[in-house]
């Protein structure tokens, strides 16, 4: 266990099931490791729009001169995407003496690969003095290992329907996991325009969009209105889509309640320097190629509105592949109408649906079907016309393989 892969590797063989709901093993190990961040956290949950949020508050932080850790799953291409420290990427051998670390301290106790993952993360940024930190739940919330640590701010950027087999099969029982996150006495920002009862009822001091804070734009620029009162005249978030206005404002939301001195030419900077791949990012050439990690109804159906207003396409081409325990038919429903000719890709393990589940729930006989992402795209650049364009999205799976193929073949775009 000398290289990442080989660490890799191992803590993927800790635990008999990759997913295991809990906290008591998180806790056992975060008491052995005595990891005590003396600096501001804010954990962020949600359906969609977190990845977001989290980005925006590591942009808006790092410009207003913070030393930054944030910790966000899945990754697209290297684990180390999941940690980043002062705005750069984790570098391998640090990562191997945070997993060593880890390692010594479990002892027997068995820890799933997310559970090794966020516990070397939070090792991480105690060893390196990070000045704020901003958490990425991985699955609902109350359980999720991020939050065996205390948030001094919590965040909830939407409830919709995902993970039903571990949160629960409506809106209620979904809320009610991911406000597991908020504290007693403690702000939690909630940007989800239409919260369950079971979030309202949660702990904590909440501050609701349309109520306690709310944005409006023009299109050029846009106004937040929060605790701390009015900002007008700010640029859009360099994230694409309709609702990253929502997402921005809950962060800014979360900075004005945790009382973060932050200028507004911070917020400014930070707004037009954020990035975050696979967010509708559009990228160069033709056709157009862009990449969505969209993988339930939610994210579909705000995907296919952000398809509807980037420009007429002769064609648009879809390259999708998804995991079998998503709402395959619901996502599909969504992207329909805004798809003209269908690219479905098989993906692998025990958790990857096959092309063909995809095709029979899509139900239609023109859809064209892969054995993986890459030669799905491949066939469809091949295919398509300079005008049209290529969505690819479905899972962090798909569009990791298509940024994957896509490095290797750039030269070959028109």
């Known amino acids: 266990m000398k290289t990442l892969d080989g660490w890799l590797e191992h803590i993927g063989r800790q635990h008999p099931q990759t997913i295991a709901m809990g906290l008591e093993r998180t806790r056992k190990v975060l008491a052995k490791l005595a990891v005590r961040l003396s600096c501001p956290v804010i954990s962020v949950a949600g359906t969609n729009g977190k990845g977001s949020t989290c980005a925006m508050l590591e942009s808006i932080l790092r410009a207003a001169g913070y030393r930054t850790g944030l910790y966000s799953s899945p990754h697209l291409v290297r684990y180390n995407e999941r940690v980043r420290i002062a705005g750069e990427d984790a570098g391998d051998p640090i990562l191997c003496e945070s997993f060593a670390a880890v390692e010594a301290a479990r002892a027997d106790t068995p820890l799933t690969y997310f559970e090794f993952g966020t516990l070397a993360a939070l090792w991480l940024f105690q060893r ?110 360099a994230l694409r889509g309709a609702l990253q206005l929502r997402n921005a404002a809950a962060a800014l939301c979360a900075l004005d309640a945790l009382g973060l001195p932050i200028a507004m030419q911070e917020i400014r900077r930070g707004l037009a320097e954020v990035s975050l791949p696979a967010r509708f990012q559009v990228l160069p050439g033709r056709p157009q190629v862009i990449l969505d990690v969209a993988h339930n109804p939610q994210a579909a159906r705000a995907l296919a509105e952000n398809l509807a207003t980037s420009g007429f396409a002769p064609e648009t081409w879809a390259v999708c592949g998804m995991l079998r325990d998503k709402d395959i038919a619901g996502v599909l429903r969504e992207l329909a109408p805004r798809v003209t000719r269908w690219h479905l890709a098989t993906l692998p393990g025990p958790r990857g649906a096959a092309a063909d589940e995809l095709a029979a729930q899509l139900g239609n006989a023109a859809a064209k079907t892969f054995a993986s992402p890459a030669a799905a795209l491949e066939a ?17 799976l798909t569009v990791g393989e298509a940024i994957t193929w896509l490095k290797q073949h750039r030269t070959s775009r028109r």
């Open 380 to 396: 469809a650049l091949g295919s398509a016309s300079g005008n049209d364009k290529i969505v690819v999205f479905g899972s962090f």
């Open 128 to 237: 390196t003095k990070i000045e704020a930190a901003v958490l990425e739940v991985g699955l609902g919330g109350r359980l999720d290992a991020v939050n065996a640590l205390d948030a001094d701010c919590a965040v909830l950027t939407s409830v919709g329907i995902d993970h039903v087999d571990y949160l629960g099969p409506d809106r209620e029982s979904i809320g009610r996991e991911k406000a597991g996150i908020f504290r007693a006495g403690k702000p939690a920002v909630i940007a989800e325009p239409d919260p369950p009862r079971s979030v309202l009822a949660a702990p904590g001091e909440k501050l609701l969009v349309g109520k306690d804070f709310s944005y409006t734009g023009d299109g050029a620029q846009w106004t937040y209105t929060g605790p701390k009162g009015r900002r007008a005249g700010l640029a859009y978030p």
